[in-house]
């Protein structure tokens, strides 16, 4: 049996089909239920449940060493972008479709890929229609931004939405430090200023050897798991309410589109540690304390690391204008949009001819009057 005729394959498992007509059903965000677009029946989600277990943390040893248990590793058909090298999974049934990152026709694979099941997710809290709201009034706040790709995004398709993959890491970290502490004192002496003799004051540094131990519990340390998008861009549509965090559930997809991450692991983690090891250093600094403070050496030693895979909601579009793809991405939480800024050659020289106008007008008023 192929993989598309699998009827418990893993995309499969994200397709409900509705009581009361047959059709797909499809998550709809902010009503926290699964909705038919066919008769409109809605239906409450199996995850909803009192009773679902808070979402677990998995042991980061236990992942590099391939220790993992089984069931936390799944398989899914994923389509690799020849042109931004996004993986996105795809319903077995489609074999022709477009990347939802850069708007480049891909034909499906056929392929499995094996990786480790979100744990949880985060779900769409913006329709569609409201992300191209924040879309459109971002866009219209750009002054510079050429008219046609504004109009063009506001009759464009639909926005897609996409949940992108992310690591979160949990540890618990001690450091031992040495340094110094400075202490900024100043003395008085004479220097000669256009021929006489001037009293200044002079900073100087005193330095003391300093040494001692900071700790410090780092929780959910976010890095994008994904090389789709620019990192600038996501970064930009932080903070993630991750206190909203729902333990993953198929239903959470229906109608949506998951990549899969190209992040691994380990590489993930090195992103983690680089940023717990920033914020180390600024705790050690202000553990030295005083006016300045130098850092000889800081030893630290990390307790159990777990972490966990999770998936965050973007909503995005990729528009090709006059040639060019633009991109844009919403925070499927918030609202917040980022995206690659268009200039308009034409408003650029407008408004570089009428700076040049205005400085002329001012120059000719001040020429008068004097």
Same mark, same amino acid.
């Given at each position: 049996?192929?993989?598309?005729?699998?009827?418990?394959?893993?995309?499969?498992?994200? &397709?409900?089909?509705?009581?009361?007509?047959?059709?797909?059903? &499809?998550?709809?965000?902010?009503?926290?239920?699964?909705?038919?677009?066919?008769?409109?029946? /809605?239906?409450?989600?199996?995850?909803?449940?009192?009773?679902?277990? *808070?979402?677990?943390?998995?042991?980061?040893?236990?992942?590099?060493?391939?220790?993992?248990?089984?069931?936390?590793?799944?398989?899914?058909?994923?389509?690799?972008?020849?042109?931004?090298?996004?993986?996105?999974?795809?319903?077995?049934?489609?074999?022709?479709?477009?990347?939802?990152?850069?708007?480049?026709?891909?034909?499906?694979?056929?392929?499995?890929?094996?990786?480790?099941?979100?744990?949880?997710?985060?779900?769409?809290?913006?329709?569609?229609?409201?992300? &191209?709201?924040?879309?459109?009034?971002?866009?219209?706040?750009?002054?510079?931004?050429?008219?046609?790709?504004?109009?063009?995004?506001?009759?464009?398709?639909?926005?897609?939405?996409?949940?992108?993959?992310?690591?979160?890491?949990?540890?618990?970290?001690?450091?031992?430090?040495?340094?110094?502490?400075?202490?900024?004192?100043?003395?008085?002496?004479?220097?000669?200023?256009?021929?006489?003799?001037?009293?200044?004051?002079?900073?100087?540094?005193?330095?003391?050897?300093?040494?001692?131990?900071?700790?410090?519990?780092?929780?959910? /340390?976010? $890095?994008?798991?994904?090389?789709?998008?620019?990192?600038?861009?996501?970064?930009?549509?932080?903070?993630?309410?991750?206190?909203?965090?729902?333990?993953? *559930?198929?239903?959470?997809?229906?109608?949506?589109?998951?990549?899969?991450?190209?992040?691994?692991?380990?590489?993930?983690?090195?992103?983690?540690?680089?940023?717990?090891?920033?914020?180390?250093?600024?705790?050690? &600094?202000?553990?030295?304390?005083?006016?300045?403070?130098?850092?000889?050496?800081?030893?630290?030693?990390?307790?159990? /690391?777990?972490?966990?895979?999770?998936?965050?909601?973007?909503?995005?579009?990729?528009?090709?204008?006059?040639?060019?793809?633009?991109?844009?991405?919403?925070?499927?939480?918030?609202?917040? $949009?980022?995206?690659?800024?268009?200039?308009?050659?034409?408003?650029?020289?407008?408004?570089?001819?009428?700076?040049?106008?205005?400085?002329?007008?001012?120059?000719? /008023?001040?020429?008068?009057?004097?």
């Amino acid at each position: 049996m192929s993989f598309a005729d699998d009827p418990n394959s893993p995309a499969d498992e994200h &397709r409900f089909p509705c009581d009361a007509c047959g059709a797909d059903m &499809r998550f709809s965000p902010g009503q926290g239920q699964l909705k038919c677009d066919h008769c409109g029946h /809605v239906q409450a989600l199996d995850s909803a449940s009192p009773k679902r277990q *808070a979402i677990r943390e998995l042991d980061f040893r236990a992942a590099l060493d391939a220790r993992l248990p089984e069931a936390e590793i799944e398989e899914t058909r994923i389509s690799k972008c020849p042109n931004c090298a996004a993986e996105v999974a795809f319903d077995p049934k489609v074999h022709a479709t477009e990347c939802p990152f850069c708007a480049t026709p891909v034909v499906a694979d056929t392929g499995l890929s094996r990786h480790i099941k979100p744990r949880g997710v985060l779900p769409f809290g913006l329709t569609e229609a409201a992300a &191209r709201d924040a879309m459109t009034d971002w866009l219209g706040s750009l002054w510079f931004a050429p008219n046609g790709l504004q109009d063009y995004a506001r009759k464009g398709r639909a926005m897609q939405g996409i949940y992108v993959p992310y690591w979160t890491f949990d540890a618990d970290t001690k450091t031992a430090y040495t340094g110094e502490r400075g202490t900024v004192y100043y003395v008085t002496r004479t220097v000669m200023r256009d021929g006489k003799p001037t009293m200044v004051q002079e900073a100087k540094v005193r330095w003391n050897r300093a040494a001692g131990r900071v700790a410090r519990f780092f929780d959910d /340390v976010l $890095v994008l798991a994904s090389t789709s998008l620019p990192k600038r861009y996501t970064d930009a549509l932080e903070p993630w309410d991750l206190a909203a965090l729902e333990p993953y *559930a198929p239903e959470y997809l229906a109608g949506f589109r998951a990549e899969a991450y190209s992040v691994e692991l380990k590489d993930g983690y090195a992103e983690a540690r680089a940023h717990m090891d920033r914020v180390i250093e600024r705790d050690v &600094r202000f553990d030295i304390g005083g006016d300045r403070q130098r850092i000889h050496n800081m030893d630290t030693t990390l307790g159990e /690391v777990t972490f966990k895979h999770i998936l965050l909601p973007v909503w995005l579009a990729a528009y090709k204008y006059r040639g060019n793809t633009y991109r844009f991405v919403v925070n499927g939480r918030t609202g917040r $949009v980022q995206g690659e800024r268009p200039y308009s050659a034409i408003k650029i020289t407008i408004a570089v001819i009428l700076g040049l106008i205005a400085a002329a007008a001012i120059g000719f /008023v001040v020429a008068q009057n004097q």
